[in-house]
């Protein structure tokens, strides 16, 4: 079964970076819009970011503007997530999927922690 495969994600302080991944063996994402969403404990999950198919539209939280930039290699088949000056409210559970989303492709997410 295709599922998405999230990598990248760590424990960080405060103000730290990282970059996380998203691919899917066997599934073309450059066919794609893509997005980047995450769920914290206690919280429902959020859309934090999309990419579209063609043109190079993008979408962010408010939450994230300026700090995270989504991309993609369609070489690599792969699309990325960078993430600036984390706060602690970036502690969550990432996870990527088409958009719009196709249930059954969920993956098991990487976690993100952000403290200090």
């Known amino acids: 079964q295709l599922q998405f495969v999230e990598s990248g994600g760590g424990l960080v302080q405060p103000g730290g970076s990282l970059r996380l991944s998203c691919a899917a063996g066997?599934?073309?994402?450059?066919?794609?819009?893509i997005g980047w969403f995450r769920h914290a404990p206690g919280k429902e999950r959020e859309g934090v970011s999309c990419l579209s198919r063609n043109d190079p539209s993008t979408y962010y939280v408010d939450s994230v503007k300026g700090r995270f930039t989504i991309s993609r290699d369609n070489a690599k088949n792969e699309v990325y997530l960078e993430m600036m000056n984390l706060k602690p409210e970036d502690t969550a559970v990432y996870y990527c999927?088409?958009?719009?989303?196709?249930?059954?492709?969920w993956g098991q997410g990487t976690q993100v922690t952000v403290s200090s």
């Open positions: 066997g599934f073309t994402l450059s066919y794609y819009a």
């Open positions: 999927n088409t958009d719009p989303i196709r249930s059954a492709m």
